[in-house]
């Protein structure tokens, strides 16, 4: 387990995009000891795109923290251990724009971060975020406006519902360049509101790419936003696949 401090900070802006998807498509991307979480027979996979101000160590001022445009490809998944089955989410990509979160990622700190730009725009309800990957891996790109209900058609019934399973998912275990391991980092956040948005457009490389995800396979559920959330993050121990 990498040991570090509780880190604390505030979640400025995050942008949870979700994609129903096709269970057998998922089980060809989740490594042991993962299975997909279903919803009413669906997988639930997205991307979060997380802004965080105020970053540092928990017992360290304000002034002192750092700020990233961050995102992550997220899988909805279970898993059985030891003391039984346990939830969360499964993290194959983690893309920043902060040099020192690739810096530290996967060393001192779990996850290990891909350096990315990033293109924000925020003005009177409406957003817009993109991002480009320097490795040139991976882009996205989401518009979407706050809106009074969920998208028509989501697996979710109600925006209490659709809170109540992403608040579930704290706990992330991210792909390393360790075959097999898995970095542990839980978001505990202090407060938890959400707002559903409405999506007038959304291009992902990862979930477009039918090598990945059959024509079919995947389709968009719905996109929430959390606004000026205190948070802390804490690490846990690596998952090894073969647990």
Not at 124 to 140: I, K, Y
Not at 202 to 226: Q, W, Y
Request: hydrophobic content about 40%; aromatic content about 8%.
């Amino acid at each position: 387990m990498i040991r570090v401090p509780a880190i604390r900070g505030l979640i400025d802006r995050r942008i949870l995009v979700n994609f129903r998807v096709a269970p057998d498509a998922l089980r060809g991307v989740l490594p042991p000891p993962f299975r997909p979480k279903l919803v009413r027979g669906a997988g639930i996979a997205g991307v979060c795109l997380i802004r965080l101000t105020e970053i540092r160590p928990a017992l360290l001022p304000r002034w002192l923290g750092l700020r990233s445009e961050n995102a992550a490809h997220r899988v909805a998944v279970e898993w059985d251990s030891r003391e039984g089955a346990r939830e969360g989410v499964y993290i194959p990509r983690r893309d920043t724009s902060s040099r020192f979160n690739v810096a530290v990622g996967g060393r001192l700190f779990p996850g290990e971060h891909h350096p990315a730009v990033f293109t924000v725009s925020e003005s009177q309800g409406q957003l817009a975020v993109a991002l480009r990957s320097r490795d040139g891996l991976t882009h996205l790109s989401v518009e979407a406006r706050v809106a009074p209900s969920l998208a028509p058609g989501s697996v979710f019934r109600t925006v209490e519902e659709a809170s109540e399973f992403f608040e579930a998912g704290s706990l992330g275990y991210s792909a390393t360049s360790r075959a097999g391991v898995y970095d542990g980092l839980e978001l505990r956040s202090l407060a938890w509101s959400v707002e559903p948005l409405e999506v007038t457009r959304v291009e992902s490389s990862f979930f477009s790419d039918r090598s990945v995800f059959p024509a079919g396979a995947v389709e968009f559920d719905c996109a929430l936003l959390m606004r000026r959330i205190p948070h802390e993050w804490h690490a846990h121990p690596s998952l090894q696949g073969d647990c």
